[in-house]
């Protein structure tokens, strides 16, 4: 097990090494740089002060050498400046992240509260009104998109009630904050529980199908039993890999509902940092969420573990 | 006569909420506006949007503005600010002005003649590099004619011209000319601008919130009324919208409202107030006249004969555009052309279908036909509002036997393949700062400027818009912008498609909002506005 953690390590090493290589020259072949885009903004495009922009911000160096600082300066914990505002990208981004992480746990905390469950009557009970019923609303959370969705809530919530669930205040307590982001989180998490729910139930219809299943009923275990203790737990496996992608994906989510609901997360943050070419916003943000991704991936292979005591790590 | 009728409801509208003498003004409160997009910057002198001039210019004061008071800015509306005096020598070359005394910067440092030298240093490029108050300059043309800036006194300073430029004055009342602190550094000017305006910037968090507070210190006595505006930067605009429905912001950002969603915000909101006015922002042709097939003059004049600009207005604004030349026709516009006149210039004819019969005349004389028809891309930024009036083009160019391809560019290379000629045909947006002649046509068909992307280059136009600069009877003037205006018509130099109009609402109990009718970007200093509640 040791040797398995030790070369999981170095893997995540080299893949975030190959993430930072990857995000930092593809940035640069996008076309149009933050000079061109301030001079942009302006209505001009004197090229001296467009040298004089590209000269202060170092990026008429070695391409290496701008590499190397980065990367230099992220091991340091210094993140560099943010182009556009001309502050720390560190005070820029650290602020978002905690709104972001609340909103996406909030979301794959909801879509597996209600994805697995659902996707268990859905299957025990196959092709019942209930489990049509289940499988109608889950198909719509994947056809639905999550922009769409939003508005619709939003536009449902002024004409009904008379006031809007954005964002529009910092929240003063924690409890103020759940109540806030909880509608864009079941927005973002309708999707997911969807999916969760669908594979949780053709999950389940195949393990309820098993011989051991079967044997399990002819000893005279209950139904609940046999449905939770015996089935449910090996239909999981493939849920938790679902989950597991479903959370890198979330990032994708946030971007439309952060924008709709206008939550100031990271989300829509790096969006605008890519539009405006703003590299050390994008570099970093980047490299986090792929550090999020990276462990997340790693936390789904240890829960395979823990659900099937058959799966072993071989050192 | 939609456009005039929006306009007159909207005046009445105004007038009563501003106007009004049984209103006693209110101290206090938050203004709570909504704002369409990330500032680039916080300072003005280095942009060109609405998006920094709308938050920002509350923070500044200028040494003239035209007076908040009238809904037309024009030469003769303009009031003191930081100046409390002005005057010319007999040549006009010289123009001193008295400054204010005791006024002080928001960090309290006093403000002296020294800022108001160091500010227009900068803008023509004699500014003290280290102190690097501005590291981009976008109307460095305004100023071409400014030979030097001289203090007198700590009260006094003059501006000396190269030659007589009545309109120069105009120009120092634009939301655009602020007096910026000669010891805040460029990089805080950016972020956290430090201005003698009635609002302090309290905090700009970027594509978040910008945050201003009253100036207890300010130096009009009385103002501002308001505590706090607070803007909420808000991209989506169905969300902007709806918030404005569920009274989550008092206000929307200015001409955010388009004529359709104008009909759900009376539906959601029937109290809400309303105003419609054109913004002087034009959708306009770009034509490479350099380069084929463009470089022959009567194919860009086809091309103008082709245009049904009712048609442009009817699909993009439910018919509320306004058509007019180079200058914002009137009775918004002070030195557009009149409307019969208007008729009588290539691009506006009111028989379009025998306009088109010409073209269609001198495309067969060139060549072209309905089996060889001239291919060309029409190049335009990737965005809906830019997109929108390329694609109406495209369609309308048919007619004349143009097949245009639609090229989206991403809006961040925009201006650099427009400079660089990388186009044949282009469709553009142009805002003008102030409704003067000077500013339009030296930023953009004087041969010399940097923003004359078409680098249109007409010696003959360049000396009529230097001799109408110095003209200073207003009607003899008049008269030469309208010469100019045909000529430029005539010359298929950025031939004009349209005056984009649009509304600004607000709650009820936002009194002291008087809408600038000629330019956007002006008229921003919330000092006179107050909440009644």
Redesign the interface.
């Known amino acids: 097990m040791g040797a398995y953690l030790t070369r999981r390590f170095l893997l995540m090493i080299l893949t975030l090494f190959g993430m930072s290589v990857l995000i930092f020259v593809m940035l640069r072949l996008v076309p149009g740089n933050i000079a061109d885009i301030l001079v942009d903004a302006a209505g001009i495009a004197d090229p001296k002060e467009k040298a004089k922009i590209i000269h202060e911000l170092g990026l008429d160096r070695p391409i290496i050498e701008q590499y190397g600082q980065w990367i230099g300066g992220l091991a340091r914990g210094d993140l560099g400046f943010a182009y556009v505002s001309e502050r720390p990208a560190l005070e820029e981004i650290a602020p978002r992240i905690p709104i972001s992480a609340k909103l996406a746990g909030m979301a794959l905390l909801l879509s597996v509260l209600i994805g697995v469950p659902f996707g268990v009557i859905s299957a025990v009970r196959q092709n019942t009104a209930l489990d049509y019923f289940l499988r109608v609303i889950s198909l719509s959370g994947l056809s639905l998109p999550s922009f769409w969705l939003g508005l619709l809530v939003l536009m449902a919530s002024v004409h009904w009630f008379g006031t809007i669930p954005i964002y529009s205040n910092e929240p003063r307590s924690f409890l103020q904050e759940v109540g806030l982001l909880s509608i864009p989180a079941a927005v973002v998490g309708f999707r997911s529980s969807a999916l969760v729910m669908r594979l949780t139930r053709s999950s389940m219809l195949e393990v309820l199908r098993q011989d051991y299943i079967r044997t399990a009923r002819s000893k005279g275990a209950s139904q609940t039993s046999v449905n939770y203790d015996h089935a449910l737990r090996n239909a999981l496996l493939p849920v938790v890999t679902i989950i597991g992608i479903e959370a890198a994906f979330l990032v994708g989510g946030l971007i439309v509902t952060e924008t709709v609901f206008n939550i100031p997360g990271v989300a829509r943050f790096l969006v605008e940092a890519i539009l405006w070419r703003d590299y050390p916003i994008v570099q970093n943000l980047v490299m986090l969420i792929a550090f999020v991704v990276v462990m997340v991936n790693f936390l789904v292979d240890m829960a395979y573990m823990a659900l099937d005591p058959r799966i072993k790590y071989a050192d | 006569m939609r456009i005039c009728l929006a306009l007159v409801a909207g005046s009445l509208a105004a007038a009563v909420s501003v106007a009004s003498p049984a209103f006693a003004q209110k101290q206090g409160g938050t203004l709570?506006i909504s704002h369409r997009d990330?500032p680039?910057?916080a300072s003005i002198h280095?942009?060109?949007?609405i998006s920094v001039n709308q938050p920002f210019m509350a923070v500044f004061n200028n040494l003239v503005f035209f007076d908040p008071n009238e809904k037309v800015n024009s030469p003769d509306k303009i009031v003191p600010d930081l100046a409390e005096s002005w005057s010319w020598n007999p040549e006009l070359t010289k123009l001193t002005f008295k400054l204010r005394q005791g006024v002080k910067w928001h960090d309290g440092k006093p403000f002296s003649a020294k800022d108001v030298k160091c500010t227009w240093d900068a803008l023509i490029g004699k500014g003290d590099e280290k102190a690097d108050i501005i590291?981009?300059?976008?109307r460095k043309v305004w100023y071409d004619n400014l030979k030097e800036v001289t203090v007198g006194s700590d009260t006094e300073v003059t501006f000396t011209l190269g030659r007589p430029q009545p309109s120069f004055l105009s120009m120092l009342a634009a939301g655009y000319s602020p007096v910026y602190s000669c010891h805040v550094p460029g990089?805080d000017m950016?972020?956290k601008p430090i201005g003698t305006g009635p609002f302090k910037v309290a905090d700009f968090?970027?594509?978040?919130a910008i945050k201003l507070v009253r100036n207890p210190d300010y130096w009009k006595k009385g103002r501002p009324y308001l505590d706090v505006i607070d803007w909420?930067i808000?991209?989506?605009r169905?969300?902007r919208m709806?918030?404005f429905?569920?009274?989550?912001f008092d206000m929307t950002f200015d001409s955010d409202v388009t004529f359709p969603l104008l009909k759900d915000i009376k539906a959601?909101k029937p109290d809400a107030v309303c105003e419609s006015r054109p913004t002087n922002v034009s959708s306009n042709i770009l034509i490479n006249r350099d380069a084929p097939p463009f470089d022959k003059p009567e194919l860009r004049k086809a091309l103008v004969m082709a245009l049904d600009n009712k048609v442009f207005a009817d699909i993009l604004s439910q018919g509320n555009d306004l058509d007019g030349a180079a200058m914002l026709p009137p009775p918004a516009g002070v030195w557009g052309m009149p409307k019969d006149m208007l008729a009588t210039i290539p691009g506006h004819a009111t028989d379009v279908e025998k306009s088109r019969a010409e073209a269609r005349k001198i495309m067969e004389g060139l060549g072209y036909n309905k089996d060889n028809p001239l291919k060309v891309k029409v190049s335009t930024r990737n965005i809906a509002i830019y997109r929108d009036p390329a694609v109406l083009l495209i369609d309308q160019l048919k007619q004349i036997y143009i097949e245009g391809e639609l090229e989206p560019i991403?809006?961040?290379?925009?201006?650099?393949k427009?400079?660089g000629k990388k186009y044949t045909l282009g469709m553009n947006l142009t805002g003008v700062g102030v409704d003067d002649p000077d500013v339009n046509f030296y930023e953009n068909f004087f041969s010399k400027s940097?923003?004359n992307y078409t680098a249109y280059n007409n010696p003959e136009v360049d000396k009529m818009i230097d001799q109408q600069s110095a003209e200073q009877d207003r009607e003899k003037r008049k008269k030469l912008v309208w010469e100019i205006e045909k000529k430029l018509a005539e010359d298929g130099a950025r031939p004009i498609i349209g005056y984009n109009v649009a509304n600004t609402c607000w709650d009820p109990k936002v009194k002291g909002v008087i809408l600038q009718h000629n330019s956007i970007y002006n008229g921003w200093r919330f000092e006179d506005v107050w909440l009644d509640k």
Do not use: H
Request: charged letters at 35%; hydrophobic letters at 15%; aromatic letters at 4%.
């Open positions: 709570r990330n680039p910057s280095e942009e060109s949007t590291r981009k300059n976008p990089r950016r972020s968090k970027r594509n978040e909420k808000v991209p989506n169905s969300t709806l918030g429905e569920a009274g989550e959601q991403d809006t961040t290379v925009w201006y650099t427009i400079q940097d923003r």
